[in-house]
């Protein structure tokens, strides 16, 4: 079975191509994993703009799909169009006509792919953003008769793990598993008994924990995405104390939320009532270190108790903030020393952040969800 993936929740636009075999949900290969980056776009604002982005993925789509089709071998000439579908396809893409005018042209050159099925992020995410995808998915469904795969994009970041990983499918070694879910837009702590079977235990109460690495950076003067930036200034800073001391809020509640928010406050506070030194490359490092430390510290705590609490056969992570290589490190160590026998997944640092391999696996778990495109709708707020 082929599958083609298409995730725009955010400000990635990732189309991938992967090939199963019909036995067994893990068994794949990926033939191909294109992601268009927006962030020189977004760069600018310090932020991903919702309708500057929708607009980026309507440019992108038909690029991105040509190009995954080409290193998928499966980009051949038509000499067949089909204009009696052509009504419908507009009445798809009404809202979005610079996508409609690149997918016809794309339509009338190609011939239609031997794909058996499409999978689609339908949230959560941002509204805007996830229609293109979905009208995308959707005109692809229709004008090439296969059926779609809504897909839940937390979902998505958790099963990313199981893309590098095909060997250690054994569901009674893996759960109960403990996931911790951090990116840019979620910061959430699941329970989970099967593919298929979640419980959110906790949540933030505010921002997520990449949405603080996103606005302290900005807060510092650096640039966007902050967590890879505030990452390698933090890096930088080799002094074995930064003599900054910033709060780790809600790490000893006893329930399994976070909050982030009051930790950007701190840095916002400290960085006006330390303006001069705010200048200094020496203490932006400094205070990169203890932003980012304060996020783990909190992460890896509650991470933990939940884990102990529920007696969790496995830890796993996903979301843009799990590729940061301290976050990793520390979180090894730390099971390690007080859960020895827990096992630890982490995806490959670039299935992390956003994509569509992930998008891809997670339709191949849910093959019993295929529905018509009539009926696919985004949903911003769509919890696990
Ligand atoms: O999962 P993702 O790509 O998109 C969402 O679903 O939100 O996550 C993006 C977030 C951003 O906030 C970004 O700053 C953060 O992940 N991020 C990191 C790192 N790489 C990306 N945070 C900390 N360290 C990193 N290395
Ligand atoms: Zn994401």
């Known amino acids: 079975m082929i599958i ?23 068994n794949f290969s990926i033939l191909s994993n294109i992601i268009s980056s927006q962030i020189e776009i977004h760069k600018k ?7 500057l ?4 993925h309507q440019k992108n789509l038909v690029p991105v799909l040509t190009k995954a089709l080409k290193q998928s071998k499966m980009l051949k000439k038509t000499l ?67 059926p779609i795969i809504p897909v839940n994009h937390i979902e998505a970041h958790i099963l990313a793990n199981f893309v590098d990983k095909q060997q250690i499918i054994n569901k009674k070694e893996l759960f109960p598993a403990i996931c911790l879910v951090v990116s840019g837009g979620h910061t959430q702590l699941i329970l989970m008994k099967d593919i298929n079977k979640y419980k959110i235990l906790g949540e933030t109460r505010d921002d997520a924990a ?15 995405p902050g967590g890879p930036i505030i990452a390698s200034e933090a890096e930088k800073c080799k002094a074995q104390s930064p003599f900054i001391s910033l ?35 020496k203490y932006i490092q400094k205070m990169a ?11 890896i705590k509650k991470t933990l108790k939940a884990a102990k609490d529920y007696k969790a056969k496995t830890i796993i992570l996903g979301g843009g903030v799990s590729a940061n290589k301290e976050l990793r490190k520390q979180f090894k160590e730390k099971i390690k020393k007080e859960m020895p026998d827990t096992k630890y997944l982490i995806p490959d640092s670039k299935l992390c952040t956003d994509n569509a391999v992930m998008i891809a696996i997670t339709g191949l778990c849910h093959k019993n969800k295929k529905t018509s495109w009539k009926k696919l709708k985004a949903e911003a707020n769509l919890r696990i």
């Open 247 to 281: 709060p780790r809020p809600m790490i000893y509640t006893k329930d399994y939320d976070f909050s982030f928010s009051g930790l950007k406050t701190a840095v916002l506070y400290k960085v006006k009532s330390e303006k001069e030194k705010g200048k200094n490359k």
């Open 4 to 26: 083609l993936s298409i995730e725009t929740s955010c400000d990635d636009t990732g189309i991938a191509i992967i090939k199963s075999s019909d036995k067994k949900d893990f």
């Open 210 to 224: 990449g949405e603080c690495f996103d606005k302290t950076a900005k807060i510092l003067g650096l640039s966007y």
């Open 80 to 146: 067949q169009t089909k204009p009696e579908k052509v009504k419908t396809l507009e009445k798809i893409l009404e809202r979005e006509k610079d996508l409609l005018k690149k997918l016809e042209k794309f339509l009338n050159k190609y011939e239609n792919p031997n794909i058996d099925l499409i999978t689609v992020t339908t949230g959560p995410g941002l509204e805007p953003c996830l229609w293109v995808g979905i009208n995308f998915a959707k005109a692809l469904s229709y004008y090439w008769n296969i």
């Open 53 to 56: 982005a929708k607009r980026e």
């Open 289 to 299: 270190y203890e932003i980012q430390q304060a996020i783990i510290d909190v992460l």
């Open 45 to 51: 604002w310090g932020g991903v703009y919702p309708t």
